[in-house]
């Protein structure tokens, strides 16, 4: 067979060319149809759930949120593992799909499945992250002498502007977290009868997102806002 085929080719000159023209017509013309990037997407098949307790042990978290957690998110279609993390005040579950899963759908069906679970009561909402795949493109560093105030003002400036333009992400480092400080005189809380950390726990139960339960066979879920995030509040 190989042989009649170069036999054939060696007669007939002329269908060889007309092949090989053909070759580079369809090479040609397919690699402009070729998908082609610089910076590939990475689709990452994880989903983290993430809840706050704040005060309890590791032991109370493994019991009261990530045993009764864990079975629902395990029924999930394409789940492939799920894994969890216990600490003090923490929960950390991760669930992993299999590869090529609808992470759009997988993540609706992940916020449905939390929605399932009858967390503490004055444990904080759960948060629901997709894991997704970022490499660094460039480094820009602010300096001058000035507070870091006027830095962090003109950081988000930047910030705001490089997402404008289309940057999918931007983090800021070197800046430490903003704080909110309190001063209370001395003579008044001896007038009230207070302590500082009278203060300290009223303003942390007052200041705090509240779960109320749910209805609608679960579908819609009750929360009283009432966490505080600046001075006037």
Not at 37 to 65: K, M, R, Y
Not at 152 to 175: M, N, P
């Given at each position: 067979?190989?042989?009649?085929?170069?036999?054939?080719?060696?007669?007939?000159?002329?269908?060889?060319?007309?092949?090989?023209?053909?070759?580079?017509?369809?090479?040609?013309?397919?690699?402009?149809?070729?998908?082609k990037q610089f910076f590939p997407d990475v689709d990452v098949e994880i989903i983290a759930v993430s809840v706050n307790w704040s005060g309890a042990t590791a032991e109370d978290v493994d019991s009261n949120i990530v045993q009764p957690l864990e079975p629902e998110?395990?029924?999930?279609?394409?789940?492939?593992?799920?894994?969890?993390?216990?600490?003090?005040?923490?929960?950390?579950?991760?669930?992993?799909?299999?590869?090529?899963?609808?992470?759009?759908?997988?993540?609706?069906?992940?916020?449905?499945?939390?929605?399932?679970?009858?967390?503490?009561?004055?444990?904080?909402?759960?948060?629901?992250?997709?894991?997704?795949?970022?490499?660094?493109?460039?480094?820009?560093?602010?300096?001058?002498?000035?507070?870091?105030?006027?830095?962090?003002?003109?950081?988000?400036?930047?910030?705001?502007?490089?997402?404008?333009?289309?940057?999918?992400?931007?983090?800021?480092?070197?800046?430490?977290?903003?704080?909110?400080?309190?001063?209370?005189?001395?003579?008044?809380?001896?007038?009230?009868?207070?302590?500082?950390?009278?203060?300290?726990?009223?303003?942390?139960?007052?200041?705090?997102?509240?779960?109320?339960?749910?209805?609608?066979?679960?579908?819609?879920?009750?929360?009283?806002?009432?966490?505080?995030?600046?001075?006037?509040?």
């Amino acid at each position: 067979m190989f042989d009649s085929t170069i036999e054939f080719f060696a007669r007939h000159r002329t269908a060889a060319n007309i092949l090989m023209i053909l070759m580079l017509v369809v090479g040609i013309a397919s690699a402009s149809r070729l998908n082609k990037q610089f910076f590939p997407d990475v689709d990452v098949e994880i989903i983290a759930v993430s809840v706050n307790w704040s005060g309890a042990t590791a032991e109370d978290v493994d019991s009261n949120i990530v045993q009764p957690l864990e079975p629902e998110l395990r029924t999930i279609a394409n789940v492939k593992k799920v894994m969890s993390s216990s600490f003090e005040g923490n929960a950390v579950v991760q669930v992993e799909f299999v590869f090529g899963a609808d992470m759009q759908k997988a993540l609706a069906d992940v916020e449905a499945a939390v929605g399932q679970v009858d967390f503490p009561p004055d444990a904080e909402a759960p948060k629901v992250i997709k894991a997704e795949f970022y490499d660094t493109v460039s480094r820009i560093v602010l300096s001058g002498p000035f507070p870091l105030s006027s830095l962090r003002y003109h950081a988000k400036i930047v910030k705001e502007d490089l997402l404008q333009r289309g940057v999918d992400k931007v983090e800021f480092s070197g800046l430490p977290d903003e704080e909110i400080r309190i001063e209370i005189k001395e003579a008044e809380l001896a007038r009230l009868g207070l302590t500082l950390g009278d203060i300290s726990r009223a303003i942390s139960s007052s200041s705090v997102d509240v779960p109320a339960g749910r209805f609608a066979d679960g579908a819609l879920r009750v929360r009283s806002l009432g966490l505080r995030k600046n001075a006037a509040e």
